[in-house]
């Protein structure tokens, strides 16, 4: 919390401009959090993310809600998570993305896990990774989530 309780939340510019990359390459980006935080909020807005969905225990409902929206199947989405909360809809998603410092039952789980922290540049990563293994560029999403080390 800052100053006058307002909360504060550290963004990582390299996220950012992965978003922005996504965006361009006409990938849908949104985001499923528990918390609600006027920062995400105002973050996502800066980033022309419309599908922000704050507030919910539940991230399979919201989940489901983006599926039916976007007319999508679970083999078409890549789910980015790092905690347990994450488990059910990570367990659906086409490919499965646990950040560095997820718990450890996410990266059992996972077909890939990022070098990258969560908010230290795991979503530049993810998004790197999709648009090279989209354009056929070797991409290292097999290889990673095969090697011991990477759980």
Known sequence: MGSGRMELKHFHTLDGLGIAKARGAGLKVAIITARSSEAVAQ???DLGIEDVIQGRLDKQQAYDGLLEKYGLRDEQVAYVGDDLIDLPVL???GLKVAVA????QLKLMADYVTIASGGRGAV???VELLLGWRSGKDSQIGERAETPSSH
Request: no cysteine; hydrophobic share 45%.
């Open 43 to 45: 973050r996502a807005a």
């Open 91 to 93: 367990r659906r998603a």
């Open 101 to 104: 410092n997820a718990r450890a």
């Open 124 to 126: 530049r990563e993810v």
